[in-house]
């Protein structure tokens, strides 16, 4: 019982997140897939450089499989304590991040309501 109210709160809460980060350099658009979803494409890219500058409490950013994230508005959430967040912060936090919650739906949703955009080549 306390296991699905776990999951079922982890839920709300992605989907909340989710709804709520927006960042204002990012532009997506919707495309319908088909006629029973949409997905939202980001059309921002950064460069590792630019994310580098963004490595402090204030303003965490980080790369997971080549995917950029904004995590400063998670830092404080995390259940594991900001330490966990913060090591991330200005770098390519995949070995890191996937070596912890690879796999797991509730971390790797939770991830996806913070993408900002994609790692292009210096």
């Not at 980001?42 to 499989?65: F, G, I, K, Q």
Request: proline content about 2%; some cysteine; aromatic content about 8%.
């Amino acid at each position: 019982m306390r296991k699905s109210f776990v999951v079922i709160l982890g839920l709300l809460l992605v989907f909340f997140v989710g709804c709520t980060t927006k960042q204002a350099s990012q532009t997506a658009e919707t495309t319908s897939v088909n006629s029973n979803e949409n997905v939202t494409i980001s059309n921002s890219t950064y460069t590792m450089s630019e994310v580098a500058s963004h490595n402090t409490l204030s303003d965490c950013w980080t790369v997971v499989r080549g995917q950029v994230y904004n995590l400063t508005d998670w830092i404080g959430k995390h259940p594991g304590g900001e330490k966990a967040i913060t090591q991330l912060c200005g770098i390519d936090g995949t070995d890191k991040f996937v070596g912890k919650h690879g796999g797991k739906d509730l971390p790797e949703n939770t991830l996806a309501g913070y993408k900002i955009g994609d790692l292009v080549a210096e």
